[in-house]
């Protein structure tokens, strides 16, 4: 494999990761735009991140397969074209069915980019280099996860929220045709797979769930998903109410949460030989249990917003190390395993974001954000627990071996 194409080819991935977090957060500053303009309460714009997320994590169930038998790239590139479809469209949308209609095409066209990503990464990079690789690759979906929240409030608060919806359509369109256009260059960075029917998908899956290890990395990242994720979409809204920020600038302090993951992707070869794995679970629930209690009941501005980057870098220690150990699941079949394991992750994320509309019905969001952090906490002890278990039965196993 020619080493500058592979290079290239993992700065086009970052490039598209960008864009697919930008497009799954970027509503989340401009919900009160959003109730604004459809005049409908923020619970009910905000199904929007639900079906996104729906959609994202039952188009895994295609992705997958199709990502191992067609190669992971091919199947990337195409799906980012479509992406700037589903985004031109939201930003044309009249009404808010339309727009909710876009929203869940949206999630169904950038279910593949990400997962299928972390896929090609781990069928090219050995596992003891593997999780530096994941963070650098992930820096440009982190970077998306900070250009969504903060475009998201800055446009909606000055061009408006349909502007934000269009440039987006534009960098979906750049990342697709350049991946396209390297990948006719390079068409052995995405060998095609052995074909294969629906039965051998279930097959796949069911090799991947009879795994004790598997079906707990797969609980794990769901509990995860409806936490974080659930409660980040109301995050932005929730400084718009109690701290009486606007939504430039709400948005611009929960954008410190992906700050959070570029700090951790830098010093990720320092943290993994420092913490371990289980150091880095440990470490990580601990912070996003404290940040985002912070976010949740700091008396100011400056303390949310730290609140926020503690949070963001927690998620990143402990979702990477998550991440880490779900490209072991199947080897033989990564694409599908990996699919899966995105499944969850944003499945748990729809769910989340549906009781967060629940509580903000019942209660407000302080009771969100704290639960929330309470919830991760636990999260963190119990996947350092199981880290610490699998490494006691397997001494061999290369669990801590991820610097």
């Known amino acids: 494999m020619p080493t500058s194409a592979a290079s290239r080819m993992i700065l086009l991935l970052a490039l598209a990761g ?5 497009s799954m957060r970027i509503t989340d500053a401009m919900l009160p735009a959003l109730a604004e303009t459809f005049a409908r309460p923020v619970a009910d714009v905000a199904q ?10 039952l188009m895994q169930l295609a992705y997958g397969p199709l990502g191992d038998r067609h190669g992971a790239l091919r199947v990337i590139g195409l799906a980012t074209l479509a992406c700037a479809l589903g985004s031109l469209a939201a930003a044309l949308a009249g009404s808010l069915p339309m727009l909710l209609l876009f929203r869940t095409l949206s999630g169904a066209t950038a279910a593949a ?11 090219t990079v050995p596992y003891a280099e593997r999780q530096v690789a994941l963070a650098r690759m992930l820096s440009g979906a982190v970077l998306g996860l900070i250009a969504g929240q903060t475009l998201g409030g800055l446009l909606a608060d000055t061009l408006g929220w349909r502007a934000a919806f269009l440039l987006l359509a534009g960098v979906f369109l750049v990342a697709g045709i350049l991946l396209i256009a390297t990948l006719r260059r390079h068409p052995e960075l995405s060998p095609r797979g052995e074909g294969g029917d629906g039965l051998a998908f279930l097959a796949r899956i069911r090799g991947v769930l009879t795994e004790a290890r598997a079906r707990w990395l797969l ?3 769901f509990l995860e998903g409806i936490a974080a994720f659930g409660a980040l979409g109301f995050a932005a809204s929730h400084l718009h109410r109690w701290q009486g920020l606007s939504l430039t600038r709400a948005g611009l302090a929960v954008a410190l949460f992906g700050v959070g993951g570029l700090i951790f992707a830098a010093l990720a070869r320092l943290l993994v030989r420092r913490l371990g794995e289980t150091g880095l679970a440990l470490g990580g629930g601990t912070l996003m249990g404290a940040g985002f209690l912070a976010l949740a009941l700091a008396p100011t501005p400056m303390g949310a917003a730290l609140g926020a980057f503690v949070a963001g870098l927690g998620f990143y220690m402990m979702h990477n190390t998550l991440q880490i150990n779900a490209t072991q699941m199947a080897p033989a079949a990564r694409g599908t395993a990996m699919a899966v394991f995105a499944g969850c992750l944003f499945l748990g994320q729809s769910v989340g974001v549906g009781l967060g509309g629940l509580i903000l019905r019942l209660g407000d969001s302080r009771w969100l954000l704290a639960g929330a952090g309470l919830w991760l906490l636990v999260l963190g002890l119990v996947f350092a627990w199981r880290l610490r278990s699998w490494r006691t039965q397997n001494a061999d196993e290369p669990t801590e071996k991820a610097a």
């Open 113 to 123: 980019i990400i997962p299928l990503s972390m896929a090609w990464v781990g069928d």
């Open 219 to 221: 609980a794990l990242v």
């Open 48 to 57: 929007n991140i639900t079906l996104f997320a729906v959609a994202y994590g």
């Open 18 to 22: 960008f864009a697919s977090m930008a």
